[in-house]
């Protein structure tokens, strides 16, 4: 069963562009949405600083964020999974 509160704990996915922080990953979540008035599809990106306590997300990697506490002056999402691995070289 759910608390009360994880029912409007947002989640997104994103892909992970900075892992050069201890225990903190920069996560770019991009969103398409159409103009109201010319139709034309527009593209947002936006950053968030997510928690990675295990420091186990890379560059490249595709994860999951959850909103969650304030953990520092910028960090408000935490790393729940891993859902697609880079393709190391």
């Known amino acids: 069963m759910k608390n009360r ?11 992970v ?11 770019v979540v991009e969103s398409i949405r159409q103009d109201p008035l010319y139709k ?11 928690h990675d306590p295990r ?10 964020i959850r909103q969650t506490r304030p953990l520092s002056a910028t ?6 999974e891993i859902i697609r691995q880079a393709k190391t070289v």
Not at 17 to 27: E, F, G, P, Q
Not at 55 to 64: F, H, L, P
């Open 5 to 15: 509160n994880e029912s409007i704990l947002q989640e997104k996915i994103g892909s």
């Open 55 to 64: 420091e186990v997300a890379k560059t490249g990697d595709v994860v999951r």
């Open 75 to 80: 960090k408000r999402w935490i790393i729940t």
């Open 40 to 50: 034309k599809k527009i593209r947002s990106k936006k950053r968030f600083a997510a």
């Open 17 to 27: 562009v900075s892992d050069k922080m201890k225990k903190t990953r920069i996560v």
